[in-house]
């Protein structure tokens, strides 16, 4: 049962790297968006940005709701950044010990 552990750990620790850079790219896309500096009348800029926003609106829309109005800062990624920084080492570590 340890080594299916430390598969499952190993698994989701790869999944949290991935969905972090996956939201560092949804970022900066959205910004290059909003300031003009890309189009998005380019199939590729919109194919991307659709599906990175289908993929992180549902997370990141109610902890926009739930922090005040600080006009016009989004500080929702940076809490998700976050709580997968932090969070995810803990779940391995209760993974691990219940192994």
């Given at each position: 049962?340890?080594?299916f552990a430390y598969l499952l750990v190993?698994?989701?620790m790869g999944l949290s790297s991935i969905?972090?850079?996956l939201l560092f790219i949804y970022i900066v896309i959205s910004m290059l968006v909003s300031f003009n500096v890309i189009n998005t009348y380019n199939k590729f800029v919109?194919?991307?940005y659709g599906a990175l926003y289908k993929l992180f609106e549902p997370i990141l829309r109610p902890i926009r709701n739930?922090?005040?109005n600080l006009g016009g800062i989004d500080l929702s990624p940076i809490i998700v950044f976050f709580a997968l920084k932090y969070?995810?080492?803990f779940i391995a570590e209760v993974i691990?010990?219940?192994a």
């Amino acid at each position: 049962m340890g080594n299916f552990a430390y598969l499952l750990v190993d698994l989701i620790m790869g999944l949290s790297s991935i969905i972090s850079m996956l939201l560092f790219i949804y970022i900066v896309i959205s910004m290059l968006v909003s300031f003009n500096v890309i189009n998005t009348y380019n199939k590729f800029v919109t194919l991307i940005y659709g599906a990175l926003y289908k993929l992180f609106e549902p997370i990141l829309r109610p902890i926009r709701n739930t922090l005040p109005n600080l006009g016009g800062i989004d500080l929702s990624p940076i809490i998700v950044f976050f709580a997968l920084k932090y969070i995810t080492p803990f779940i391995a570590e209760v993974i691990i010990r219940l192994a």
